[in-house]
Nanobody, 123 residues
């Protein structure tokens, strides 16, 4: 089992920034691709980005690339999502996931999920 705990969400004004963190417990963190998804009410959970196991290469959704940055600190078993220039349409629950896949960009690729952290962006 892998447990994931997200933090860092909150209420910000448009144009503001947040950094989300996801701390993983369990074995072999470095062997998991770590990803971020988000889900707004009435919408499907959508891919935001992921940082791959082994290579550390990053995959981003087109609509967030340039504003959001994913990084990981393997020594701390933590993956981050730095979000800049937030927009009201970024409002969602943000979820951290862990995948045994190398490239993991869809929900079904992920084996473990955190409980999510709410991000609300006001206009």
């Amino acid at each position: 089992q892998v447990q994931l705990v997200e933090s860092g969400g909150g209420l910000v004004q448009a144009g503001g920034s947040l950094r989300l963190s996801c701390v993983a417990s369990g074995r072999a963190f470095i062997l998991y691709t770590m990803g971020w998804f988000r889900q707004a009410p009435g919408k499907e959970r959508e891919f935001v980005g992921a940082i791959r196991r082994s290579s550390g290469n990053i995959d981003y959704a087109d609509f967030v690339k340039g504003r959001f940055t994913i990084s990981r600190d393997n020594a701390k078993n933590t993956v981050y999502l730095q979000m800049n220039n937030l927009k009201p349409e970024d409002t969602a629950v943000y979820y951290c996931g862990a995948s045994i896949e190398f490239r993991a960009t869809i929900r079904s690729d992920y084996n473990y999920w955190g409980q999510g952290t709410q991000v609300t962006v006001s206009s």
